[in-house]
């Protein structure tokens, strides 16, 4: 069983940066594809960023790139989430995720992913 916990958000200006961190319990974490995804009330789910196994590929949605970074330390079980330049449009719970199994390098789609943590929650007012 994988356990994901956020951390790290919080409220802050636009223009500001806040970096999220997503703790993992379990072995199989430094195996496993990583990501982050956002969602605001009313609206679906938003694939934000991905990370391979090994931290040598990533993944971004055309709206982040640019301005966050995924990156991964598998020696302490942690992906964090680097979120510069922020803007009133990324204000969402942030929610961290893992696939399942091994043969996908990183990925946008919510469907391939089989853990979630609770999300943390990040508010850039306008």
């Known amino acids: 069983q994988v356990q994901l916990v956020e951390s790290g958000g919080g409220l802050v200006q636009t223009g500001g940066s806040l970096r999220l961190s997503c703790a993992a319990s379990?072995?199989?974490?430094?195996?496993?594809?990583m990501a982050w995804f956002r969602q605001t009330p009313g609206k679906a789910r938003e694939f934000v960023a991905s990370?391979?196994?090994?931290?040598?590929?990533?993944l971004y949605a055309d709206s982040v790139k640019g301005r966050f970074t995924i990156s991964r330390d598998n020696s302490k079980n942690t992906v964090f989430l680097q979120m510069n330049s922020l803007k009133p449009d990324d204000t969402a719970a942030y929610y961290c995720?893992?696939?399942?199994?091994?043969?996908?390098?990183?990925?946008?789609?919510?469907?391939?992913?089989?853990?979630w943590g609770q999300g943390t929650q990040v508010t850039v007012p306008s």
């Open positions: 995720a893992a696939v399942r199994g091994d043969g996908i390098t990183t990925s946008s789609k919510g469907t391939d992913y089989f853990y």
């Open positions: 990370i391979s196994w090994n931290g040598g590929s990533a």
């Open positions: 379990g072995r199989i974490f430094s195996s496993r594809t």
